[in-house]
């Protein structure tokens, strides 16, 4: 889930000397920022996961879709004003909806409507510039990914049009609104080997296979550079899942981390210097980030952000500084 509209002012990245002497985001960092970094997390009053929002240091941690119930809202994604987060609801019984709450935690409103058919997952959402939304439904019996507005009277459009075992899924829009990257997997064997997909943002675009499948999950997690030049992603195509960066145009593949433990889902910073990712190499699955800036001749230095030992799930960097009534 991941789009970047608009420039912020450049994230300070004299921190390498730094990093090594403290290990922390906060003090490393040496700004003090407006926007915010959507995630989900475990909350353990009642053992549900919710839709957090946290400063970019890791503090000012809110809750925005607690509710009191163990349920399961996960995959945020900003809208591109920065004012508004849709997620993907499950339920108890089977099925998953798309859902938007404003940033404040109100006004929660579900955008597919409750499935009459059980199983039908609604998932994966992804913020168009013109306040539309794809998501990844299994609606038609395999994933394919469809288009809604968040008001009532929009109707619902079918982006791709392919045959099961084909499953299309995880979708992220280009900062212009003109294109989409997403995994397709060519299987029906869960989870599937994935390969990143781009297409234009049109109904029934032909898709372009930018990355060939490689082993177990295969690429997942694509993310749209703010200009739009390269895409980020995750892939176990190693031993483990690491972040890599790809042009457009499939070239200029780079390996970013390096590490034994997992790290994955990545999300770029509005100035496209950073990416916030997962990772599992602090033992915990905690949000940390890393500058692009400067990454010749050696990977990026990365530095942990949150430290709360709570299982965590699909980080998004909020777009812009939120902008009211736009």
Known sequence: MKLRRTLITAIIAVFAATLAATGSASRVMGITPTDKIAYTNLDKRDAGFDVMLASIDGKNVANITHDGTARKYVDP????????????GYYANGGADIYVVNANGKGAVNITGRSVHPGVLNIHPTWAPDGSIVFASNRAGHFELYRIGIAATNRLVRMTKTAAPIQNLDPDYSADGKMLVFSRVMTSVTPGLASLYTMRAVPYASATKLTPPTMRLGERGASWSPNGRQIAFYTDRGVNSELFVINRDGSGLRQLTFNKTADRE?????DGSTLV??????????????????????????????????LKGAPDWQPATPVPGS
Do not use: H
């Open 277 to 310: 990712f997962l990772s599992d190499r602090s033992t915990y699955t905690e949000l940390w980030m890393t500058s692009l800036v400067g990454m010749s001749p050696g990977p990026p230095v990365a530095w942990q952000v949150t430290f709360d030992k709570q």
């Open 77 to 88: 994604n900003w809208s591109a004003n920065g004012m508004k987060v849709a997620y993907t």
């Open 266 to 270: 990545p999300s770029w910073s509005p």
